[in-house]
């Protein structure tokens, strides 16, 4: 999770503090993370990502408070770039009923809901 939110953060600060688009997230912020980091929820088949982008911040600079706005988090749509305004969540959470979220500001942290 640290990787896709600095990767997002590094994104910004070279892109006007703007933040990627939601239906390319993934692909342009690959290039800012370690290469040696597979980015994937590991109790989630090879196959599947697990993660999504916050799609209410694309294109955008970095809200007010941005210790409270998730940026990444876990997530069950498919696909190498999926976004969403927060709606595909697993419910129950993937670990131990929680999932983790990635905030605006750099932070992590799991949450259960």
């Known amino acids: 999770m640290k990787q896709l939110i600095t990767s997002s953060l590094v994104y910004a600060s070279d892109t006007d503090d703007r933040f990627p688009l939601k239906d390319s997230w993934n692909d342009t912020t690959r290039e800012f993370r370690n290469p040696a980091y597979t980015i994937r929820c590991p109790l989630l088949p090879e196959t599947d990502f697990g993660y999504a982008f916050n799609a209410a911040l694309s294109g955008t600079k970095p809200p007010k408070m941005p210790e409270k706005v998730p940026l990444n988090f876990e997530s069950t749509r498919p696909g190498s770039n999926p976004?969403?305004?927060?709606?595909?969540?697993?419910?129950?959470?993937?670990?131990?009923?929680?999932?983790?979220?990635?905030?605006?500001?750099?932070?992590?942290?799991?949450?259960?809901?």
Not at 84 to 100: A, E, I, V
């Open 83 to 113: 976004s969403d305004t927060f709606t595909s969540l697993p419910r129950p959470g993937r670990h131990d009923g929680k999932n983790s979220i990635g905030y605006a500001d750099g932070h992590a942290k799991s949450v259960g809901f």
